[in-house]
């Protein structure tokens, strides 16, 4: 905290120093160099011992619900994880982080990533790694981690090492040093989106104006989880959550679940929720060829060359009618949830390839039965409706009173 009671804009450069201490100690003088305030960090499993960096492996560990010991136990498997475990609750103890960039392979991405993940979204974080020109969804997962491939390893200084340490230096000391305008002031509203209901959304918004900052998300696993660490985050004070295909997917098998903790952040924050079940008439898989199997005779639609949708049963939407309605118990907040009886997708509708109203209905009474009172409504219009935009504007000016 300075003098004028601004808290600093201090950056942390993660690695470990036992096997890596040159490289941080190298990204962290050129980020100096640049004027960046800088904290190093070890995050070595090899034992306690001091390498030099501002804050040793030991102290860190400390921060584990069991003690230093719980993370130097001697196997290198327990010991990557619960190191992990140990960085997140340091970090978060931190009033000054600003930044964090770490360095390392798939050992040390492995620790320093969860406890990005953590850190809020708008935070900067940088990860140098060598996995990070294969799939980094695990190691990004909902937040904002920019991860830059090494292209060598992470194993001394030369020509390629170098220049790319250098370039991760520099993006962090221009993060800290340079502001980011201020934020819009206006009320953050979370908005689910697939393209089968896009019509919904677009009258939506445009209902609700200029008075607030609408935040949309595709609906596509990602972004799921992405709307609800923000909500987490108390960076968006009111969701509708329109789209919640993510749902089928993942109580069928799909390739865009968002886990089981989808509606989680709502319950845990008591933001004020308008839901409805766009999208729950299909299951997202890639390229036909890649659906498994076990689907042979199913209903498909193919969206594109890479996008196989498959129609969800009776059985299923039921299913995901008992999910959602278990969430919705468990919110604390004021919550509605709107049934469109008219279909739920662009490709639910009379003469439309997905159109099955007892499939519907299915989903529709399963909310019903299962949920509390005075959370479900049945609005008589298609998802795309003008009409059933209207209804969930109203929905949300009523919940946000």
């Not at 019509?199 to 200029?210: F, H, I, K, P, S």
């Not at 299909?282 to 498994?292: E, H, K, L, S």
């Not at 739920?344 to 299915?362: I, K, M, N, R």
């Not at 019903?368 to 479900?376: H, K, L, S």
């Amino acid at each position: 905290m300075g003098n004028d009671g601004v808290v600093a804009r201090t950056g942390y450069v993660v690695g470990t120093f036992d096997t890596k201490g040159a490289e941080v100690r190298h990204v962290a003088d050129l980020a100096r160099s640049a004027g960046a305030d800088v904290v190093t960090v070890d995050v070595s499993t090899s034992g306690p011992d001091e390498r030099g960096a501002d804050v040793g492996a030991a102290e860190v560990a400390a921060h584990h619900p069991g003690g230093a010991g719980a993370v130097f136990t001697g196997d290198r498997g327990s010991a990557v994880g619960a190191m992990a475990v140990a960085l997140e609750r340091f970090l978060l103890t931190r009033p000054d982080v600003r930044g964090v960039l770490g360095l390392g392979g798939s050992g040390g991405t492995a620790i320093v990533t969860p406890a990005m993940r953590a850190l809020p979204v708008g935070l900067v974080k940088i990860m140098v790694s060598t996995v990070a020109s294969g799939d980094v969804a695990p190691y990004v997962g909902a937040s904002d981690i920019a991860m830059l491939h090494s292209v060598t390893d992470v194993a001394g200084l030369n020509r390629i090492s170098r220049q790319v340490l250098g370039n991760a230096a520099h993006m962090l000391a221009g993060a800290l040093t340079h502001a980011v305008p201020a934020a819009d002031d206006r009320p953050a509203v979370g908005v689910t989106m697939f393209g089968v209901t896009t019509a919904c959304v677009t009258a939506v918004l445009e209902r609700l104006g200029d008075g607030v900052d609408p935040l949309v998300f595709h609906a596509t696993g990602t972004g799921g989880r992405s709307m609800e660490k923000l909500v987490d985050d108390g960076l968006i004070g009111s969701v509708l959550d329109l789209t919640t295909t993510e749902v089928a997917d993942l109580l069928v098998g799909g390739v865009m679940a968002a886990g089981q903790d989808r509606l989680g952040a709502i319950a845990r924050t008591g933001v004020p929720y308008v839901g409805s079940c766009g999208a729950l008439d299909m299951v997202n898989f890639g390229a036909r060829d890649t659906v498994p199997a076990a689907f042979a005779g199913r209903l498909f639609y193919e969206h594109n060359a890479q996008v196989t949708l498959m129609r969800t049963t009776v059985e299923e939407n039921a299913a995901a009618g008992r999910f959602l309605a278990a969430k919705l118990n468990a919110c604390t907040g004021s919550v509605r949830f709107l049934l469109p009886v008219g279909g739920v997708s662009a490709l639910d509708a009379p003469g439309q390839p997905f159109h099955d109203p007892d499939a519907d209905e299915a989903l529709f009474a399963a909310l019903e039965q299962d949920t509390r009172p005075g959370v479900v409504v049945r609005v008589p219009h298609h998802v795309n409706d003008p009409e059933f935009a209207d209804a969930v504007v109203a929905a949300w000016r009523e919940v946000l009173t």
